[in-house]
Every structure is written in structure tokens, then in C-alpha cells.
């Protein structure tokens, strides 16, 4: 049995929390929170013994042996290497930090402590994106990616009104790019490794972040397209391009849907059937390999977080995104 604590409190770790439920192996243990109130009622909601409002007592706790942190972008560092150091596993909401020099610190603190580090990316799990990976040979000489994820944030309406909420705070280490635009970028890394050159613009918002914006990068004889938004919904699927034909996935960060169409129009269904959250596979993965042993993610690499950081940055300097954790 793997004893979790989770970090954060909010509809994402509920998801977590149904997918972890249905994994072997899996018991929740203690909630983090940084007010005890909030803590103790999450933790009666999920049947946890232990609360915690101090990182560092969850850290030193026997009662805990991985930890999910689903805390605002900014804090995921600091927390995690808090908790690498006391020799507990974390699995990591993405993006893991908050520019490449956080990456690389936490990916040291698990190599330090022999612990298991895995980002959160839950899209390269699912069994419909190892369909698109067994697949890609079929539109023959690739073209062109397109990662396309436009989501309006339902925090905006309040924005607009003048009341600016985490998601739209640079001192969280957020906005469009990081937390809608890694849906694109990291299946792109995954699929086709480091590009050469980024080229990247944006909609600012006056609070300091990026509202949307498109990455372009260059791949040789390819180039790569991610379209993103907090601002402005899409029902444009992403799709990667060959001489051959295309292979269509629709939405890129659950890929419930994933077809080949060539081009003379003949068309071929090539999804499989997956949990209906899309959150199990990674968790279930992240389970398997604390049992194995293991100390990093064959399909989650450290090299992957590294890279897709890289971009990340990259594209923010570009669009003039700047962090508080950037000036630390």
C-alpha cells in the first residue's frame, strides 16, 4: 500500500482523488492546507486521519510515504523539495516549476534523495496517445504539429469586474502559457524532442500575465504550431500533419478521440477505450513505479520537464511574462 498526502484542496485534487480510488494499491492519508479549517474539512470529505498546515511536519510525518501537490504553480518548488528531502515521492501538478532552474533544482533534490519525481502531465499516459505514438508512421514524412487548446477561464468574468484571482496572479507563476499552453508543448516534446528555434507572441493582461498567445517552433523539415487561451474558447481539435495524411486528436490534453485520414477522404477511428478520468493512467503509472522502485518516468522524463521549461521560458521572455520566482 503507497500512503499519499495531497497538497491543495480545490477541484483538481478531487480529480486526483477519483482516479487515484480506482488504482491498487492507493490510500490517502493526510491533507495539506495552509489554514486547518480548510485542511480538516477536505480530509473528513476524503476520510484522512492527518491534517497538516506546516510543509515541513509533512515532510518529517512516518505516516505518508508520496505526496500530490496540486498547489499554485509558484509553490510547487518549494514544497516539493521539502518533501523530496524528508523521502517522500511527489508527483507534481504541471508545470513543474516555475522556470527551468526550479525544474532542474527539484529533479537534484530526487537524484539527492533517491525518490521518485514525475510531472503531472497526465496526457502522455493515456492509451489514446500511445495510439497516436503507434500510429505516426501512417501520414508518412511529418509536416507540421498543431497542439491547439483554447479553454475560457471561468475566473475571467470576475477579472474583467476587477477582482483578480490566482489564476491570473504572476506572483502564482501563471497565466495562459503555463497553464493551457503546456497541453500543447509537452505531447510536442514527447513525440519530437527539443526544436531548434521558438518563436512565440501573446495578449497580455495588465495584471502581468498572459491571457493567449501561439508558440511557433522549428523542427528541420517541420515546424510545430501551439495555440492557447484563458480568454477565448476553441473547438478546434490538434493535429499533426504529414505527406500522407493526418492524424487528428481531439481535445490534445484528454485525447478521447484520436482519427487517421488520408488524402483521398477515407478515414480511420483509431481510439481505444480509456478510463473516463483521464488523471488514472498517470497515477497509475506513478503507483506502479514506487513499487518497482524506480526513481524517474520512462515517458515522463526528467529531460521532458527540462525541455518543455526551456520552451516555456523562452516563449515568456518573448511575450514578456515575468515571474516573481524569476528574479529569485
Known amino acids: 500500500m503507497v500512503r499519499f498526502g495531497v497538497i491543495g484542496t480545490n477541484w483538481i485534487t478531487e480529480r486526483f482523488l477519483d ?6 494499491d492507493f490510500q490517502l492519508t493526510a491533507v495539506f492546507s495552509r489554514t486547518e479549517k480548510r485542511a480538516a474539512e477536505f480530509a473528513s470529505k476524503y476520510n484522512a486521519p492527518h491534517t ?32 523530496m528531502n524528508g523521502k517522500k515521492h511527489v508527483l507534481c501538478e504541471k508545470p513543474m516549476g516555475s522556470n527551468v532552474r526550479e525544474v532542474e533544482e527539484m529533479i537534484q533534490a530526487a537524484r539527492d534523495n533517491q525518490v521518485l519525481l514525475m510531472e503531472a502531465l497526465k496526457s502522455s499516459f493515456l492509451p489514446n496517445f500511445k495510439a497516436v505514438q ?25 477579472y474583467k469586474e476587477g477582482t483578480v484571482l490566482n489564476a491570473f496572479k504572476p506572483e502564482f507563476s501563471n497565466g495562459s502559457l503555463m497553464d493551457i499552453g503546456v497541453y500543447g508543448i509537452y505531447p510536442m516534446v514527447v513525440l519530437f524532442g527539443e526544436p531548434e528555434e521558438v518563436k512565440a507572441n501573446g495578449v497580455m493582461l495588465e495584471s502581468g500575465v498572459d491571457g493567449q498567445g501561439t508558440v511557433l517552433v522549428k523542427y528541420g523539415d517541420m515546424e510545430g504550431i501551439v495555440m492557447h487561451s484563458k480568454i477565448t474558447n476553441s473547438e478546434m481539435p490538434s493535429e499533426i500533419q504529414g ?19 488520408d488524402h483521398h477522404g477515407n478515414e480511420e477511428d483509431l481510439s481505444v477505450p480509456q478510463n473516463e478520468n483521464s488523471m488514472y493512467d498517470e497515477t497509475k503509472e506513478f503507483i506502479s513505479l514506487i513499487k518497482e522502485n524506480k526513481r524517474e518516468s520512462d515517458i515522463n522524463t526528467f529531460e521532458t520537464s527540462v525541455t518543455v521549461a526551456r520552451i516555456i521560458e523562452e516563449a515568456r521572455k518573448q511575450v514578456g511574462v515575468v515571474f516573481p520566482a524569476d528574479q529569485k
Open 19 to 24: 482516479a487515484a480510488r480506482q488504482v491498487e
Open 52 to 83: 497538516f498546515t506546516s510543509i515541513q511536519e509533512m515532510a518529517d510525518s512516518d505516516q505518508l510515504d508520496a505526496v500530490y501537490i496540486a498547489s499554485p504553480n509558484s509553490l510547487h518548488k518549494e514544497y516539493a523539495i521539502a518533501l
Open 134 to 158: 503507434e500510429n505516426l508512421h501512417k501520414v508518412g514524412q511529418i509536416r507540421r504539429y498543431i497542439g491547439n487548446y483554447c479553454q475560457y477561464s471561468s475566473r475571467y468574468d470576475k
Open 243 to 261: 505527406e500522407k495524411g493526418s492524424l487528428i486528436i481531439d481535445p490534445i490534453h484528454r485525447a478521447e478521440r484520436v482519427i487517421f485520414r
